[in-house]
């Protein structure tokens, strides 16, 4: 690979990147398809760090030890 190929690679991740961040779903796809990579926007890891706040999930506690084996 070249150095100018290279770039032109590294240049469009940082695109990627960046629009993924912002909430961009096409970029957050192509990132998942092409580089395995899933990137959350600020808004997404808010509503998930609410979510595992919130009394709506079930604890270790709740679940029964049987159910498992």
């Known amino acids: 690979m070249t150095a100018q ?6 240049e469009r991740r940082r695109t990627l990147l960046q629009a993924a961040a912002t909430g961009d779903g096409l970029a957050q796809q192509e ?8 990137v959350y926007s600020s808004t997404e890891l808010e509503d998930m760090y609410e979510r ?3 009394d709506d999930l079930p604890s270790h506690n709740d679940c029964d030890p049987d159910e498992f084996m």
């Open 5 to 10: 190929t290279r770039e032109k690679e590294l």
């Open 31 to 38: 990132l998942e398809r092409e580089y395995h990579v899933r």
């Open 52 to 54: 595992s706040l919130s």
